[in-house]
């Protein structure tokens, strides 16, 4: 049996490494990036914490499955007729094929904003982000301006808890004495954190002011130039606004309705198997599925799919797939986090520690015991290119 998973996410990666663990034939693995991308930590990197807590190369993680073989390629269209997956580089039969390809950002319309916003959903976007920074900095030597986090979700708030630390320590790289940063988060929702409980939206907030963040709740952006963005009607000067707010499921889908069905939300449907269309599995946050859109409904999804494909390949009687709610968390500055499970919840330093062990577990269901450590322990180290990228901007100045 031969299977091809579309994707180096979450959801793909955990497939294949649990196909390969029951040894169910071939396994190839398409992703159009040669490393996994680890979103819960992005926030870190882009605040100056080792890429290595968020970048793991993908022949680092099948070092030890042979069975997995890793293709750098980018799906353009499918063929279920013929069974085949057509890249841009050749095509690809499978006996069965698993898709999990992700979300993509969506500017819904904000005049401007793909023109002149930042953001940090990929690797190019954190490098991108860190390199206006410390090249502003170097450029004009002070920091009295405005930092604008766009959208008050879960990742909007991860970063706007960390860039107060993150300017001032970039502000003490370039020689700035007595820095004045201005972070302000802005959420078109009544409130922060709106898929989360009301009390995760009032902890939260507190949390940010506590940090000394701006929070505008209730207002939407209308407008971003290249020095201000415009919210409700006013002008909040800005050279420096952070895109977090809005995502959509990939376009590949839309443009291949005769095999799959969309749900209101763009996501796919799916069976109580997974499945969208013959022999075509969907999972992760592509699936139009309760819970969907977090890492570890993704793996649960990874789950599911290896021991459905196994059951099916033996002729054993097939399981229906159930989701499962698992723990909300959210990091709020340096050790401090907020973690809720059916309306009981943990806040503080505990919610900190609790939130660091949901990542460690998340790490160890994708990688060696000590890779995974290692990248663990990475959240908290410098970035090494962090110095050399501030020496680069001062001797290019001088």
């Known amino acids: 049996m031969h299977t091809v998973i579309v994707g180096g996410g979450f959801a793909g990666v955990k497939t294949a490494l649990e196909l390969s663990k029951k040894q169910l034939g071939k396994i190839t693995l398409i992703s159009d990036q040669p490393y996994f991308l680890y979103h819960a930590s992005l926030y870190a990197t882009a605040t100056g914490r080792n890429a290595e807590a968020s970048v793991v190369s993908l022949d680092d993680v099948f070092a030890a499955h042979p069975d997995v073989e890793v293709i750098m390629d980018t799906m353009t269209s499918i063929d279920p007729t013929r069974k085949l997956v057509v890249g841009e580089q050749k095509q690809y039969p499978y006996d069965n094929l698993v898709i999990a390809i992700g979300v993509v950002t969506t500017y819904f319309g904000v005049k401007g904003m793909d023109a002149h916003s930042y953001g940090i959903k990929t690797l190019g976007e954190v490098k991108a982000f860190k390199k206006h ?72 907030q507190a949390r940010l002011e506590s940090l000394g963040v701006n929070v505008v709740t209730g207002k939407k952006v209308e407008a971003l130039d290249k020095g201000s963005i415009h919210v409700d009607g006013k002008k909040i000067p800005t050279e420096t606004a952070i895109w977090t707010s809005g995502v959509m499921n990939h376009p590949f889908f839309a443009k291949h309705i005769d095999y799959f069905e969309l749900a209101k939300n763009g996501r796919v449907v799916v069976d109580e198997y997974l499945r969208a269309y013959d022999s075509i599995y969907v999972l992760g946050d592509n699936a139009d599925t309760p819970y969907t859109g977090t890492a570890l409904t993704a793996l649960h999804d990874a789950h599911f799919i290896a021991e459905h494909l196994t059951r099916k390949a033996t002729r054993r009687p097939l399981r229906k797939y159930q989701p499962m709610l698992y723990a909300n968390s959210i990091p709020v500055g340096d050790y401090w986090a907020y973690v809720e ?58």
């Open 133 to 204: 920074l410390h090249d502003a900095l170097a450029a004009e030597q002070h920091m009295d301006k405005n930092y604008v986090v766009v959208g008050g979700g879960l990742t909007g708030v991860e970063l706007a808890g960390a860039m107060g630390r993150y300017l001032r320590e970039i502000a003490r790289a370039h020689i700035i004495r007595n820095p004045k940063v201005s972070v302000t988060v802005i959420e078109a929702a009544p409130r922060l954190v709106p898929r989360l409980s009301e009390t995760a939206s009032r902890k939260v």
């Open 341 to 398: 499970k059916y309306g009981i919840y943990l806040a503080g330093r505990t919610g900190y520690y609790l939130r660091r062990l949901i990542e460690l577990r998340a790490l160890k269901t994708l990688l060696p015991r000590n890779q995974a450590l290692n990248a663990w322990h990475a959240h908290f180290d410098r970035d090494e290119q962090e110095c050399d990228l501030c020496m680069g901007t001062m001797s290019s100045k001088g």
